[in-house]
């Protein structure tokens, strides 16, 4: 039999970062209007597999909203994959953002279709190094090791890259003492099966609250592997940064299992820092997942057609810890039935019906969670 030690795939999954000060976080972006992901994609891989926590922030970043992502995710470096020809300008843009969101000091690497003369002129303009087509697994770990930085700066002078790294060292085990502290006026968990569309649902209500002026924090949780310690952390993506710019601070988190220990003092830290809204979001979640029910003021369970009959809806656990229900992929057969038997189970409790990719039933949502 396998331990739950043992990798289950044939690529070497190893812890390689295990004795850095603290895990690396590395936000991969891929800036620029070509489709080319599959350099992105295998970086990703490899370096959850060798222990490092990836931030996936998805295709098309500008270099503002990439800047935004490594500050609220406070990461050890962004790598930045360039295939379009379009580094000369971006690249350069993305080290004034930096400076622009309060975080000059971040370190930037560069790989992808980069010609040689180029390299020159993006190291003058502060990029820290530069890499190629067929940069070897080892090389990428290399430099993202080499890029960890000191947690011990808490003194930003941008609220958002202070409370950032505020975080880090909650998460971390260690909130320093004198950060300020206050519970958000609202304090909402989504949670429900994985790839129920929770961060959809959430990308489309955070963008709705800020064209209604308002700002909101999100921190949302995806699993941390069992073999390296390493994530991949995916739920950031589904965000538009480029709509909501920083009126969103969104933090990305891994952890393993139910384990919310850091959870009381992210939300004390969040709401210290003056945001009044906070969504949270857990990492795909199972029957007996209850746990976010005891830190959060609501809970919206998301359930989608097509997971089970009425028997499931009889069972014990995270039906229970509902307080409003949330169909969504509404779009899906089967959804009337579901909506039927929710509401049998419902007693009250209000059962949304929603299609998070086309915004549908959000407003309803938001108006119900956030009054
Ligand atoms: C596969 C491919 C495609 C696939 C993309 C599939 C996908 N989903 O990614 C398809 C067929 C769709 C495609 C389309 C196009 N492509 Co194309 N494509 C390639 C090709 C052959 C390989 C790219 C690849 O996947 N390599 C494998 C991955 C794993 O390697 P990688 O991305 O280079 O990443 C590695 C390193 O660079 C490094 N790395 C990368 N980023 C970073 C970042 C950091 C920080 C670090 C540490 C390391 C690192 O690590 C990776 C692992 O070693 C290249 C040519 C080439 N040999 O590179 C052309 C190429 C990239 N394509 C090119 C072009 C022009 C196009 C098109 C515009 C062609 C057209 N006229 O239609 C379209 C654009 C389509 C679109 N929507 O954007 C040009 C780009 C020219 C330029 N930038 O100057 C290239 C270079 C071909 C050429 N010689 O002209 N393409
Ligand atoms: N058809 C349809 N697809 C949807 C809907 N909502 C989300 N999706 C898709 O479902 C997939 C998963 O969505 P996510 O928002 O990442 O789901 P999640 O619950 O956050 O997933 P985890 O964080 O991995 O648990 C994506 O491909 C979405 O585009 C919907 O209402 N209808
Ligand atoms: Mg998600």
Not at 192 to 206: D, R, Y
Not at 274 to 301: F, K, P, S, Y
């Amino acid at each position: 039999m396998r331990a739950t030690s043992e990798p289950t795939t044939s690529i070497e999954k190893i812890d390689r970062c295990g004795d850095l000060p603290h895990r690396p976080r590395v936000l991969l972006g891929k800036m620029g209007l070509d489709g080319h992901d599959r350099g992105v994609k295998l970086i990703a891989r490899l370096m959850r597999d060798s222990g490092i926590h990836v931030i996936y922030s998805g295709l098309w970043q500008t270099p503002r909203s990439l800047a935004i992502g490594a500050r609220d995710e406070d990461v050890d470096c962004i790598a930045c994959s360039m295939m379009s020809n379009s580094h000369l300008v971006l690249v350069p843009n993305l080290l004034k953002e930096l400076a622009d969101v309060g975080r000059p000091d971040l370190t930037v690497n560069v790989g992808g279709i980069i010609p040689k003369e180029d390299v020159e002129v993006l190291r003058k303009a502060g990029v820290n190094d530069v890499f190629h087509t067929g940069t070897s697994m080892e090389d990428i770990v290399s430099s993202v090791r080499k890029s960890v930085i000191d947690y011990q700066n808490t003194s930003y002078e941008n609220t958002s890259a202070r409370l950032a790294r505020v975080l880090s060292l909650a998460h971390a085990g260690s909130p320093p003492a004198e950060a300020p502290r206050a519970r958000p006026k609202r304090v909402i968990g989504l949670t429900g099966a994985p790839g129920a569309g929770k961060s959809t649902l959430v990308a489309a209500m955070v963008n709705e609250a800020v064209r209604r002026g308002e700002r909101v924090a999100v921190v949302a949780f995806d699993p941390m592997s069992p073999i390296t310690s390493g994530a991949l952390l995916g739920d950031r993506l589904r965000v538009d940064f480029n709509a909501v710019d920083d009126n969103v601070f969104y933090r990305s988190l891994a952890i393993v299992g139910e384990d919310y220990a850091s959870l009381p003092d992210i939300i004390e830290l969040v709401g210290g820092a003056g945001w009044d809204t906070l969504l949270i979001e857990t990492v795909g979640a199972g029957q007996n997942d209850v746990a976010i029910r005891n830190h959060v003021d609501r809970t919206a369970v998301v359930v989608v057609p097509g997971m089970g009959d009425s028997v499931q809806m009889d069972k014990a656990g995270i039906l229970e810890i509902a307080d409003l229900f949330v169909v969504n992929k509404a779009d899906h057969a089967g959804e009337h039935q579901l909506v039927r038997e929710l509401l049998d189970i419902a007693e009250g409790r209000r059962v949304h019906e929603t299609i998070a990719t086309e915004g549908k039933g959000v407003v309803e949502l938001l108006e119900d969670l956030l009054g």
